[in-house]
């Protein structure tokens, strides 16, 4: 390739998203080989500047401790869910797990069920060197181990423990986010987790794996700040773009996901939003929290900027659903 043709060299910090790290909240972002990360503890004020092309964030490939830069520079769609080249994309090593393209890797995996509200019980594995970050990325509510052994006993394991009925696979964002208002108590999600460990332990009767009766049940409602549910009305950011700033007061993150109350007497002007509803996200004096899912903010080069209100996002009113009304009759 001639060299006037290759793609410009990124400058500036790109953000990589938020992960969990030894059970803390991580912001990170990465400028070629180097890499920033910054707790994202509640509290903490950020103020971004975004500006793009938004690019490409590299591999996770197999026997490399640290992510690997995208060799291509490659742009990614602006508003696209995926957050790697089609290239990353296929030598990234947590995807093509995912999509069952590796047989074996010699690790211990174990075996989950995660609770996400009522109804909404997840069966899924994950590498024991992990720890129980991808049960803290995926923002389970409560969670517990059920079962112990290699990639492909595991990963049948899971495959039983879906095809009964008991639990699914994988729940949509929008779903997990709709049962954050309401979620029983500790004492009731303690029993369906452990009733289910129960009963997938039968379905797994002959297995090659360690069943695990004893693991814990464990609880994050306290930890991602959800004891009295999720706001009562917010405005979730449902895209960003070149320009944009995000800003606010971090409250504890959920999953990847992260709630930011707005500076202080400070608006945003309807023409400086894109609501998806009439009359909802950019009118004037809001002052409702805003909820990112930091995977939209991955791949945007990051500008740090203070006294700055959020503007140039994409959003839609969310709001409490009335509690349903039982009284059969007045007499």
């Known amino acids: 390739m001639n060299p006037q043709q290759r793609p410009e060299r990124p400058t500036g910090w790109i953000s990589t998203g938020l992960h969990w790290k030894d059970g803390r909240p991580v912001l990170s972002a990465v400028n070629g080989g180097r890499v920033h990360e910054r707790a994202a503890a509640p509290g903490t004020e950020v ?85 129980t970050s991808r049960l803290l990325e995926q923002g389970a509510l409560a969670y517990t181990f059920a079962a112990r052994g290699g990639l492909p006993a595991v990963r049948r394991a899971e495959l039983t423990v879906a095809a009964a009925g008991l639990a699914r696979e994988r729940f949509t964002s929008r779903v997990k986010l709709d049962h954050w208002w309401r979620h029983g108590d500790a004492d009731g999600r303690r029993a369906i987790l452990s009733d289910a460990r129960g009963r997938a332990h039968r379905l797994l009767h002959g297995h090659a794996v360690e069943l695990l009766p004893a693991r814990p049940v464990t609880d994050h409602i306290d930890l991602f700040g959800l004891a009295g549910g999720a706001p009562a009305a917010y405005r979730q950011v449902t895209g960003l773009a070149s320009g944009a700033v995000v800003a606010g007061t971090l409250r504890p993150p959920i999953g990847r996901h992260l709630f930011l109350d707005p500076p202080e007497a400070q608006e945003i002007q309807g023409t400086q939003g ?47 659903p009335r509690e349903e009304d039982a009284q059969e009759a007045l007499f």
Do not use: N
């Open 47 to 131: 103020g971004w500047l975004l500006t793009g092309p938004r690019r490409c964030t590299g591999a996770w490939i197999a026997g490399m401790p640290e992510r690997t830069p995208c060799p291509h520079r490659a742009t990614i769609d602006p508003d696209g869910g995926a957050v790697q080249c089609a290239a990353c994309q296929s030598v990234d090593r947590g995807l093509a797990l995912a999509r069952d393209q590796i047989l074996d890797d010699g690790r211990t995996y174990l075996l989950y069920l995660a609770w996400f509200g009522d109804g909404l019980l997840k069966v899924g594995l994950t590498a024991e060197q992990r720890g």
């Open 274 to 320: 894109r609501p998806e509803t009439p009359g909802g996200a950019a009118d004037a004096a809001e002052s409702t929290p805003l909820l990112l899912d930091t995977r939209l903010l991955t791949g945007w080069t990051l500008t740090p900027v203070t006294g700055r209100r959020p503007e140039g996002l994409a959003l839609r009113a969310r709001v409490r």
